[in-house]
Each structure stands twice: as C-alpha cells, then as structure tokens.
C-alpha cells in the first residue's frame, strides 16, 4: 500500500520525536509520526499520558515534563500512527512499515529519525537467565505496568539511571537487597578535570548526589567497586544468585530478579541500514552518526535528533528535535530562517555535565569487554572466545566474525551485542574501535512474514 | 595477521574469498608456500552473499564446457568435504541428494525442457542426467509445492552446502598448512621484475615467482597490470533469510533451499546495480512473491534478514581462467559460482597454478576469448 | 513456565483502577491490565521463561521490556515470533509460549 509524499516522517515519538514533529507542524509542514509504542512519549516518557499520580510522584519531576510535550503534539495535530514497525527505511527516504498487520511504505521529503538510545550490553556468565533484566526494563515495567519487584532485589551497574531506579523503587516502598556499583569507582583526580562542567551542570549533580542521598538514607547495602560479577541459575531456567567480588573479596546474595545496568547508547540500526556515516566516540564509548549543527546525516534530507544522535538525555533530545523540524521547514521553504543557535547554546549548557558523567560512569573495561567464557551474542549464543577464535583465523572485523560464528545473525539483528563485538574484536587485533568498524545492518529492522512483503 | 615490508612466498594469491580460499587450499596441498593477501571487514566479498547451491543442471546452456566443468565440481565435491573434515574437524553440510528447479508457467518449463535435453546431448554423459516431473510428480517429490508450479526439472547431480561453514573450513585447513594471511590490505601494484612477481599494497609487499589474482571485482584492474584483459563487472542478487523452520524442504531448488541450521533461504535476483549492494524495494517484495507461489505456506513465515551482494560476471557470464601470456606464472582466476567450483579450483586449477600443464577442460575459459569490444549482455530479472 | 511467586507485583492503589481484560496463556485464562504490554502482564502473572533458545535450550524472558532484545517472543492467535513487549493485550487473545508447543515441534515455525 503506497501513499502520497509527505513533507516529513518521524521515526520514534520519544521527546527528540516529538519536538521535531511539533516544530515542523507550527511550520505548517504536512508531517507523519510513526513509533512501534501504543502511544508517545518514547522510554523515558513512556506511558507518560496513563499514568496516575501516584506514579508520577514516585517517578519524579523530569517524567512529568513529558506530559507537556505529548499534549502539545496532540493538540498541533500531528498524523501519529502508533504500533508501527519501520522495518525499511530507504536512502531516498521511503519508510516501509507495518501497522497493524498491513504493509506501507510512505515517501517523505524528509526523514527526522529519532530512535533514541537502548541499555549498553552487560555481558556476564548468567545475564542470558529469566530473572536478569535491566534497570530500564524495571523502569518501564514501573511506568507502564505500574509493577514493581515483589522481592528484594539487586541493582548492580553504574550511571545515574540505576540510583534514579533506586530511589524511584525505594519512594514505592519495594526492598533493594543490594546495589553492586561496578564503576571503576571515584578517581577524584579525573573527576576534578571537568570542574567546570561540573559547576556548569550544577543542577544534575545535585540531583544525582541527592538520588544517592535516598538511596543510603534507605540504608540500601551499596557496595563499590565491584570487580567481577555473575548470575547463578537454578539448572539452565531461573537467576538464583549473583556472585561477585570486591578488593578481592568474593560475595554471594541470594536472589531471583537481577537488575543491570551500565548506560546507554544510541539505537542506531535505522542509521547503519541507511550506512551513514557513524564515528566511534571513545568518552561514550559507542557509535555515533556523524552529523552537522542541525542534525543532518551524511544523507541529504536525513535527520537524527535526540539519543540516537549521542546520548544527551530528554532535555537535549527535545532541543536538537526542535533544531531538526526547523532545518527541515526551512529546508522545504517554510521555516522562518531561525539560525537555531538559541537551541544550540541551551543543548551546550545541558551537555556541559557530560564528560563528567562519562568519566564517573565509565563502564569498566571487563565489563564490556568479557572474559572468553562469556555469551556476547544472546541470540545466537556465541562467546567471546569465539569471536577471538575467529580473529585469529583471519577474520578483521564484525561482518567476517558474524559469518564464522553466525554472532549477529540472530533476531535481535546484533542490537545487543554490536558493541561488545567491535570492541572485543578491537582489543583482540590492537586496533581502535574506529577501524574495526561494525555490522552491516540490513532490512528488515523488524521481521514481517513474506506475504507483508510481497503486498508492497 | 602480521605485516613485513617484504614477504616471500611461492605463490602470491590476492583475494581471500571462496576462489582465493580454494586456491590457496589447493596450492598448500600441493606442497608450496602460499600468501595470501586479503581486503577487509568493509571490503565488497561475494563469499559472504552465497546462495550455497552445488548446482549442475542447467548450466552451460551455450558453452558445454560449463556444464561438463561443473558436473566435474560435483563428482569431486564429496572428496573436498572430506578432506576439510578430516582437517579441520568441521562439517560443511553438503547434500548431493539432488535438487529441483521450479517452473512457473508453462513457457519457462519449455523452455527449460529445450535447454536441457541441449545440454544432454552435447555433454553426452551417462552421468549427466535431468527428469522432467509434471505438477503432480513434482509435489510428490516436494510436498506443499504450490499450485502455480507448471513442473519441475530434477537432477541427481544438484545438491547444496553451508557457504559460509566453507569458507570458515578452508581458512581453518589453510592456517594448520601453514598459509601466510595478511588480510586489510589493499593491493595497489603488481609489478614483474626478472622472474619475480611482486605486490604491493600501502608499503607491504610480497614477493613471489607465481600470482593468482582472485579478487572478485577488483580483478580485471589487476590482471591488467600483468597484461591481462580479463573483464568483470557487478551483477546484484538479493537474499531473503527466514526465522528457523521445522524441516520442511528436503531438497535445494533453484529460488529456495531450507539450510541445515533450518532456516530457509530465498532468492535469488540479478540487476545491473553498478556497485550498490544494498537490500532494496522492490526487488525484495519481488522475490518474496515468488516464493509464496511456489510454496504457499512460506505466506507466514517470517523473514529476519536479507542481504545483497554482487556477482563477479563476465560478458558471458562463463568463467575466466587465465595465464599471462607474456609474464607466465600470473594467472587470473573469476566465476560467480565460487561454491559449486570450489572442488574444481581446490584440485584442478591450483595443480595448474602451482606449474602443472592446463586442463584440456578449462581451454573454453581463457579469458582470451573476450576483448574490449566485446559486447557485455546485460543480465536481469 | 509458570510459577506461584511472579518476579513482578502490582504498585498498591493504583488510581484509576485499570480495566483489564481476559488473555488465554497456554490454554489458561489470565486477567491482565489491558494498559500494560502483553509481556508485563506474562511477567504479572508468573510466567518466569516464554522460551527457549533454538541453540543452547536454555529457558528466555523478557529483558529489555522495549522491542531490542527478542527474548520475548511468543505465539499470539496462532501467529509465532511475536515481541510481547510490543503487544497490548486484547479481550481473548490466545498467547502460547514456546514451552507449550514442544510436544507440536513439527508445526509452525520457531526461532
């Protein structure tokens, strides 16, 4: 089923989604929002427009802000089409997508793609267990589900979004049994280097030391440091235990639901299908697409904005959204000319604090890059020492490693393990993570039956 | 993989894909010290967008030769995967139990029926054998065939592998004999100096009194520097891959074939793209229609991946196989069946390489036949 | 795989009270928020794997709860490989998780 042209498509009703949206439509752009969730509001405001206030009180300030911005959306009368799986997106920006059991592929003039940002893979031996998740699971399980753990449970990780967890599970009345923080722990001399990031983003150390407050008010067992780290299961079926040490010393906490997390990293499959062109960044130590200062990719006409772009967090993912559906209307004939450089100085100042986070929660070295042992590749259960098997046959590079050992040909299309394969293949050869590059990822994003793709 | 300024071998082969892979095979078997010089993980490789047919019949339709050649890859295939087993330990997957070629109207069963009964006579092989089955024959043979099925043509000959299992079993059979493997390289030159060949890519370079150039599309500059014409140019297929099935296909076909991991693999297209291998519309959806016509429960199944690579093809689409007329020992090697032929190239070609007299079978492949005024037939759906 | 201690529990008082809706899991009636994704309220209900890995047989959840992990795939209204996460729960949708058809293996696809 084909239609007509529109002016600009959206990808992803997150808040980078929904600003662009909004910014073109004020500017009278005829303008598409597709996103897979039932409704908008992306993860960080997921649910955001069913929840009650209960919730919004344990979930904090920064949820309810998203309330805003998807009524603004609704009101401007953006086209939204919800439960929709983009499962191709061309170079001369059609969008193929699924709705509601039906094929459509749409023709744009502009693509604004705002996937936004996924969990870090965390691989360690167990992660693959029923009672392993991430910390973003529990948060949308609490946004979405209004649910929580019904036993204590452990929270083991770093970054800001596992305290935020914390303290949003501690105000809900539910028991941590542990937090295991796995960051290389404080190195005050590396901190002090950002001092003036620091002081520039004030207000998000504040809010972090005061998630950090609760949290040991709470009397939460926080141990530091954490070196090593597994999952025991009862048989092959169920999480039962973590194990890990500390200064040498070896723990173990009984427990069934495991939380992980270790930051996040943008969604980039839209943009590597598309191969524009992406640059590893080596303080957020993921990929990033290579954009201009409107969020242009290297394809004419083809936007990111918000996580997907670099992580930057909601407030910089709305800001750069807006600079995206203004670059388009302008563009398209129909902006006003606005230069963007008042959105530009306010995503400066909210990205002041990130190489202080960066370096603070600087996942560990062993913990993105396992031991031989450990499944990198969920999916298609491949090892580390596998993929370093492959490397010394001759392979250079992911594409090579994935057709020796089939890591990356599963389901999830090399989404949780991309990283951890550039960079264990990275420090196999020697070579950066910028040279050895990553998958070539290919449509369908999602999978469609081949009677869905034989309708186009 | 190591880098020295200079590196000395017997025989030099530049490309690491299928061909250069089962050259290199052969060669070490052969008892010469090989080098081989490879792209990288970015680099444009055939070898990673097989279909996996080891497929006979049909082929050849206008040149014998062909057909007789990879009949002769066939009959040799068992004796390959054996031996990369017994070396490597791992098991390529071949199935030579035959394989159908799906006809969906009655005019391409015609058709196809007229060019096999061709190739019977010319080859004139006791052992070179085709059926033709109705509708109903074929669906007995291949339960779930659709009603759009005409017929079928069923050759005992035909069968299938696992192409990337192979590619891994021959790199893993040419590390144990020893082959020196550089790979992210790109050649620049071949120069020719008193006997010796030398390569060189960036400030690398090896040395050697053989070259096998065997690099896919960047043949025909090569071979030219050794005084070659050997032409080459994109041809672009289109794979789709489906989620894991419950063994349903028990033979390969020519558009569709259920892998030993169960996953059924579907194809295949062939566009004049130029050097563009990515997956596009609608090409896709083209090929996914066929599918279901021929076997309408697929209607359901999922597709999880797809890919596209470009075929290594000639202005006949034949073969070429080639030695320097005037620097003997650089030979050029090219084909877009690189799995079919794989037992040839490991057995045949690489004895000849190595200094052996050139098999009377492969004198049709000369890349001589062609010259710049050659006309290129476009080849597409 | 269903057990009698759910990993997740409903937040107390929650207002308005959600309306739900009646699921068949694996031929038994489940009520689940009709708000909640399908893979939440498996999770609600006690359903602790929806899978097993076609590779190693291991058992498989949810992990993500977002659409990028794959692990929660399950058979709904006779269509296999569906990501729960992604699904709202209907008034009689017919949900099978991959252990239910291990006796059936030779119908219907699995991943």
């Known amino acids: 089923m084909s239609d007509s042209i529109r002016d600009l498509i959206v990808i992803g009703a997150g808040p980078a989604g929904m600003a662009a949206a909004l910014a073109a439509r004020r500017r009278g752009l005829d303008v598409l929002l597709l996103d897979e969730q039932p409704d908008v509001g992306g993860q960080i405001y997921r649910s955001i427009t069913t929840t009650d ?30 439960g929709t799986a983009v499962w191709q997106v061309d170079t001369d920006k059609t969008v193929h997508a699924l709705r509601g059991g039906a094929n459509h592929h749409i023709a744009a003039k502009a693509l604004v793609i705002a996937t936004g940002a996924m969990e870090r893979p965390f691989p360690v031996p167990g992660w693959t267990l029923p009672g392993v998740m991430t910390a973003g699971a529990g948060q949308i399980l609490l946004k979405n589900a209004a649910l929580v753990p019904s036993a204590p449970v452990v929270l083991a990780g770093c970054g800001p979004l596992l305290y935020l967890l914390a303290a949003q599970y501690l105000r809900a009345g539910v028991k941590i049994q542990a937090i295991l923080d796995t960051a290389d722990g404080t190195d005050w001399r ?99 697409p290579t954009c201009d200062d409107w969020g ?161 | 993989m190591h880098t020295m300024n200079t590196h000395t071998s017997d025989v030099v082969v530049v490309g690491g894909g299928l061909v250069g892979s089962a050259l290199a095979y052969g060669l070490l078997r052969q008892g ?64 030579q139990d035959g394989g159908l070629h799906i006809c969906l109207t009655e005019g391409e069963m015609q058709q196809r029926l007229e060019r096999l009964q061709w190739l019977r006579r010319e080859v004139n092989d006791p052992g070179y054998q085709h059926t033709a089955l109705d509708a109903a024959e074929s669906r007995q043979r291949l339960p779930g065939l659709g009603s759009e099925v005409v017929g079928t043509t069923c050759s005992p000959m035909d069968g299938h592998c696992n192409p990337l299992k192979l590619l891994r079993a021959l790199h893993t059979a040419n590390q144990r004999r020893g082959v020196a493997l550089f790979n992210r390289m790109q050649v620049d030159d071949i ?27 960047a043949t025909q500059s090569l071979a030219a520097m050794l005084g070659m014409f050997v032409p080459v140019r994109p041809n672009k297929g289109q794979v789709l891959i489906t989620e894991r099935m419950a063994p349903f296909l028990p033979y390969p076909t020519n558009y569709i074939r259920q892998t030993d991991e169960g996953t059924v693999q579907i194809g295949d297209s062939m566009e004049e793209a130029g050097y563009d291998d990515m997956v596009r519309s609608p090409v896709n959806a083209k090929i996914a229609a066929r599918a279901v016509r021929c076997f309408p429960a697929l209607a359901n199944a999922r597709v999880v991946r797809t890919w596209a690579a470009l075929r290594i093809m ?56 062609f010259t710049p005024d050659t006309e290129v037939k476009p080849y597409g759906i | 795989m269903a057990s009698n201690h759910p990993l997740f529990k409903p937040l107390p008082a929650v207002q308005p009270v959600p309306s739900t809706v009646t699921v068949q899991v694996d031929g038994a009636p489940v009520r689940m928020s009709r708000q909640a994704s399908l893979a939440a309220g498996l999770l609600a209900a006690g359903v602790t794997a929806v899978r097993r890995s076609p590779v190693g047989g291991g058992a498989r959840a949810p ?49």
């Open chain 1, 53 to 82: 206030a209960q919730r919004q009180r344990i979930l904090g300030p920064d949820y309810s802000h998203g309330e805003t911005l998807a009524q603004a959306v609704k009101a401007a009368g953006v086209e939204h089409w919800p």
């Open chain 1, 190 to 288: 590396l901190a002090i280097r950002h001092a003036t990031a620091l002081l520039a983003g004030w207000g998000y150390v504040r809010k972090g030391l005061g998630l950090l407050r609760e949290i040991k008010a709470a009397g939460v067992p926080f141990h530091q440091g954490v070196e090593q780290l597994r999952i025991e299961g009862a048989g092959a079926d169920a999480a039962e235990a973590v194990a890990f040490t500390r200064r040498g010393q070896a723990h173990r906490i009984a427990c069934g639901l495991v939380l992980l997390h270790q930051g996040v990293v943008p969604n980039n499959q839209v943009t590597w299908s598309l191969r524009a062109r992406h640059h590893w960044d080596d303080k957020q130590l993921s990929w990033v």
């Open chain 1, 296 to 456: 242009q990719t290297s394809l004419p006409g083809i936007y990111v904005a918000g996580d997907g772009a670099g992580i930057g967090g909601a407030l910089v993912a709305e800001l750069q959204g807006e600079l995206a559906g203004i670059a388009v209307a302008n563009a398209l004939g129909q902006g006003t000319c606005q230069d963007g450089e008042a959105q530009r100085a306010r995503i400066r100042q909210h990205l002041a604090i990130r190489p202080f986070l960066n370096q603070q929660y600087r996942p560990r070295d062993a913990f993105r890059i396992p031991a031989d042992e450990v499944i990198v590749c969920r999916c298609e259960e491949v090892t580390a020492g596998s993929i370093r098997a492959q490397v010394a046959l001759g392979c250079s590079g992911p594409n090579q490693t994935k057709s020796f050992s089939r890591c990356g040909m599963g389901p999830c299309q090399g989404r949780q393990c991309g990283l951890t394969v550039t960079e264990v293949i990275a420090q196999a050869t020697g070579l950066p993570p910028s040279d050895v590059g990553y998958y070539r990822i290919r449509p369908p994003l999602k999978s469609l039956t081949l009677a869905q793709l034989a309708s186009e």
């Open chain 2, 32 to 95: 010469l010290f090989v080098a081989v010089v490879d792209g990288g993980d970015d680099a444009l490789r055939a070898s990673r967008g097989n279909f996996g047919l080891v497929w006979v019949q049909g082929k050849g339709y206008g040149l014998a030769d062909y057909a007789r050649w990879s009949f002769g890859s066939a009959r040799l295939w068992p004796g390959l995967r054996d031996a990369l087993h017994e070396e490597t330990g791992i098991d390529v997957e071949l199935a």
């Open chain 2, 191 to 217: 120069a020719h100096q008193g006997g010796v060949f030398t390569v060189r890519a960036g400030t690398a370079r090896w040395q050697a009194p053989r070259v096998v150039v065997a690099a896919g599309l």
């Open chain 2, 314 to 369: 000639s202005p006949d689409g034949f073969p070429m196989y080639q030695e320097s007329a005037t620097l003997p020992g650089a030979f050029a090697v090219t084909c877009h069946s690189g799995v079919t032929l794989a037992a040839q190239h490991a057995f045949t070609i690489a004895p000849w390489i190595a200094g052996g007299a050139r098999p009377a079978a492969i004198a049709a492949f000369a890349a001589t036949r």
């Open chain 3, 63 to 111: 992990y993500c709860m977002m659409g990028v992990c794959f692990e929660c795939l399950v058979h709904v209204d006779g269509v296999p490989n569906q990501q729960a996460c992604l699904i709202t729960p209907q008034e009689g949708m017919h949900v099978q998780t991959l252990h239910s058809l291990a006796a059936s293996e030779s119908e219907g696809a699995h991943v």
